[in-house]
């Protein structure tokens, strides 16, 4: 502020000695008011840069940090977005996999049941079959000897017109037995 004093009376001193001096009008330089200028321009510039510029600049060097901290955890963010949209397509991929695997276990597993299932029944009617046939057999065998049981009673009682006299019941039975088993009546033409 000192500065101001002096520059203000130095300035009071020569408006006083252009005042004295008479020059009349024209352009003139006045190489104090210039340099009083000069050096109030660069105090002004002085005052402006501390107190505004440098404020100023780290306000905008803080606001470049911030924008640069932004886009890099901009990019950041779209890496992470990226990594995470291919583990997801990843993890679908493998869901999927584990899907159809267990998809294939199950229909294995019922193809297994279903042809254990299967063979199951085909036994249980093969069993029937054969139960059916040893019963078909045993059934004809027991029609067999009804028929040659009945066929002997008739033959010996047509034997017995014919002779004229009645046979024992065991020499009738032997020959009617005799007869059946050399005419082949046991059932064997039926193949």
């Known amino acids: 502020m000192d500065i101001l004093a002096v520059a203000a009376g130095a300035a009071h001193g020569a408006i006083a000695l252009t005042a004295e001096g008479g ?8 190489l104090f008011w210039v340099l009083v ?14 107190f505004a510029f440098k404020p100023l600049a780290k306000t905008l ?5 911030a924008i640069e901290q932004g886009l890099r955890d901009a990019e950041q963010a779209r ?8 583990e997801r397509v990843a993890t679908m991929a493998e869901a999927r996999r584990e899907a159809n695997e267990i998809l294939t276990r199950a229909q294995k597993v019922a193809q297994d049941s279903r042809d254990a ?11 029937m079959r054969v139960r059916a046939t040893a ?3 045993a ?25 004229g006299e009645t ?10 037995e005799d007869f059946l088993t050399t005419a082949d009546i046991s059932g064997d033409r039926s193949n």
């Open 23 to 30: 020059e009349e009008g024209g352009l003139t330089i006045n």
């Open 37 to 50: 200028s000069a050096i109030n321009f660069l105090l002004l510039l002085a005052i402006v840069w501390t």
């Open 61 to 65: 060097d803080d606001r470049k940090s």
């Open 79 to 86: 890496k992470d977005r990226d990594s995470a949209e291919a």
């Open 117 to 127: 299932d299967i063979a199951a029944t085909r036994e249980e009617l093969e069993r």
């Open 135 to 137: 019963e078909i057999e």
């Open 139 to 163: 059934e004809k065998t027991r029609a067999i000897a009804d028929l040659r049981g009945e066929v002997a009673d008739l033959a010996l009682a047509a034997a017995g017109r014919v002779v």
């Open 167 to 176: 046979m024992s019941d065991d020499r009738q039975r032997r020959l009617v």
